[in-house]
């Protein structure tokens, strides 16, 4: 996660190379050490300092890793005939290199030509039947073409020997969930739990499922853990507080007028009064709207 700092070094040296005041070096360091994505600044700077022999002199060791990260930037934006000059130079240096493959395979992606791509990465785990990445790209391109079923059945094939890759799991979760295959998405969210306990974000995923999945059991689990992503966050997940209010309607809407959980009232006015508070303190304008809101949740709640 990018800190504010950082975030506002990266807008003012952004804003200083694109009003051409010099530091394209300093911003392409900067944005691959934050792994955030400028595809359009970095393929436009990123191109013009690679066209000029003496910017290309003074980047030293680092040389190669801009022309990787320019290509990928290039293939981002579509401009793919730079980014196959990009890669070419790449190949020149290093002719054997799997990671300049893995571009190459990446730019047959980009240009839709889908089973020369699964040629690249299949070359690629026949050397190297471990490599991560072509592993993730087949996947990838079993999902950009919309098939499901086999980008599930990659998953579940990764997953037998790289168990330990927690992003796997959750893509893997976001699959089955978007097919409505419920309760294999749990099973995922469940495994992410046991291995990372104290993670706010898996907390919250296994919620939203519950919640989606409907009836009273799973809603009051998914109240459960709204409730531990809000202790697991300090607080500040506003979805997780909203999500204590809609299961507690739901939980006794469910249930019958007359037989409210008091529980649920307790948490519901809880998570609401907090809410009402960051909106106060943050956007005020809206505080209003949103206290009425949560007033009507608070009444479904003890109805």
């Known amino acids: 996660m ?20 010099g530091g394209v070096v300093e911003y392409l360091s900067l944005v691959r050490k934050l792994k955030v994505r400028r595809s359009n600044i970095v393929a436009k700077h990123g191109l013009q300092l690679l066209n000029q022999a003496s910017a290309r002199s003074k980047l030293g060791s680092d040389l190669w890793t801009v022309y ?10 579509h401009a793919l005939d730079s980014a196959k000059k990009c890669i070419n130079a790449l190949d020149s240096k290093f002719p054997d290199s799997m990671r300049v493959g893995r571009l190459e395979g990446m730019w047959y992606e980009a240009k839709g030509s889908w089973q020369k ?16 990445v ?21 998953l579940n094939k990764y997953l037998e020997t790289f168990m330990a890759d927690y992003d796997a799991w959750r893509e893997l ?43 009273i059991d799973n809603l009051r689990t998914a109240r459960k853990y709204y409730a531990s992503t809000i ?25 019958g007028r007359g037989r409210t959980e008091e529980e649920s009232q307790e948490l ?36």
């Not at 072509?134 to 990659?154: D, L, P, S, W």
Request: with cysteine.
């Open 2 to 21: 990018v800190g504010a700092s950082e975030e506002r070094e990266l807008e003012r040296l952004e804003k200083q190379v694109e009003e051409g005041g």
């Open 68 to 77: 990787e990260q320019v290509a990928i930037a290039c293939m981002d934006c």
């Open 117 to 132: 791509a699964e040629k690249v990465y299949s070359n690629l785990l026949s050397e190297n039947p471990s490599d991560t």
């Open 134 to 154: 072509a592993h993730k790209r087949r996947i990838a391109m079993a999902k950009a073409q919309g098939n499901m079923t086999v980008a599930v059945e990659g």
């Open 173 to 215: 979760a976001d699959i089955y969930t978007s097919l409505q295959m419920y309760k294999q998405a749990g099973f995922c969210f469940e495994e992410l739990i046991l291995s990372q306990p104290t993670n706010a974000l898996y907390h919250l995923g296994y919620a939203e499922l519950l919640y989606t999945m409907g009836g």
């Open 231 to 255: 202790e697991l966050s300090g607080g500040k997940n506003m979805r997780a507080l909203y999500g204590v209010c809609l299961c507690g309607a739901a939980i006794n809407q469910a249930r």
């Open 268 to 303: 519901v006015s809880l998570a609401a009064s907090v809410l009402v508070k960051k909106y106060k303190e943050k956007a005020s304008s809206k505080a209003g709207l949103v206290s009425s809101i949560l007033d009507k949740y608070k009444q479904l709640a003890v109805a």
